[in-house]
Every structure is written in structure tokens, then in C-alpha cells.
């Protein structure tokens, strides 16, 4: 099973950047699908955007389309979440994920298995 560890997060002012790490271990990366995912308080996680094996696919939420981008390393066993224009409702608590399947939509929480502990994101208005 792969471990997930996510770092970058913090407080960012309302139109601020910030980058996303998430990196991993004790699997064969190349072979795992990832995903951002993230959960606002009081409310439920929902997807951000995925990735697929090689980086070649990407597929990102319509609330954040045009403003983050996600990427991977497998080189370096490890994604990236860059952030742009971010907005006081981008605040939350960002989690990457990893799954083994191959087929799905990749846009559930339930099709992946394996998850970080988070890293928080706060963006101030």
C-alpha cells in the first residue's frame, strides 16, 4: 500500500497562489491514479482534479478549472496541486489520494483507497 503525505498548505490572502505537494511511498507511483480532493467544514469531501499514470490525462472540478493545475513526478513520487486566483471558498482542508483501478470515473471518494492525513488550506478575504 502507498503512503500519502501532503505539504504546502497555509494561509493565502483572497487572489494569492499556493502549491500543493503530495508525496509518496512504500508503492510503485507510476502504477497508482491520483486525485486532490478537499473538505470545507460541515461539509462533505469532494473532488478536485485527477491525474492519471503517466500525467498525460487531467480532470479538474468546474470550481477550479482555469486556476489549478495538477501534476506529477514519478521520478519523484510525487503529485502537485498549484493554485491560482484562490478564493475564500477554496478554504479547506486538501487531501491527495491514490487508487489502483483502472476503470472508473476517478472522481469518487469511494474509488480510492488510499489517502494522506491532509494539509490545510485558509484563504482570507
Known amino acids: 500500500q502507498v503512503q500519502l503525505v501532503e505539504s504546502g498548505g497555509g494561509l493565502v490572502q483572497a487572489g494569492g497562489s499556493r502549491g500543493l505537494s503530495c508525496a509518496a511511498s512504500?508503492?510503485?507511483?507510476?502504477?497508482?491514479?491520483m486525485a486532490w480532493f478537499r473538505q470545507a467544514p460541515g461539509k462533505e469531501r469532494e473532488f478536485v482534479a485527477h491525474i492519471s499514470w503517466r500525467g498525460d490525462l487531467t480532470y479538474y472540478h468546474d470550481a477550479v478549472k482555469a486556476r489549478f493545475t495538477i501534476s506529477r513526478d514519478n521520478a519523484k513520487n510525487t503529485m502537485y496541486l498549484q493554485m491560482n486566483n484562490l478564493k475564500p471558498e477554496d478554504t479547506a482542508v486538501y487531501y491527495c489520494?491514490?487508487?489502483?483501478?483502472?476503470?472508473?470515473?476517478?472522481?469518487?471518494?469511494?474509488?480510492?483507497?488510499?489517502w494522506g492525513q491532509g494539509t490545510q488550506v485558509t484563504v482570507s478575504s
Open positions: 512504500g508503492g510503485a507511483f507510476s502504477s497508482y491514479f
Open positions: 489520494a491514490a487508487t489502483s483501478r483502472h476503470a472508473g470515473t476517478f472522481r469518487n471518494v469511494d474509488e480510492y483507497a488510499n
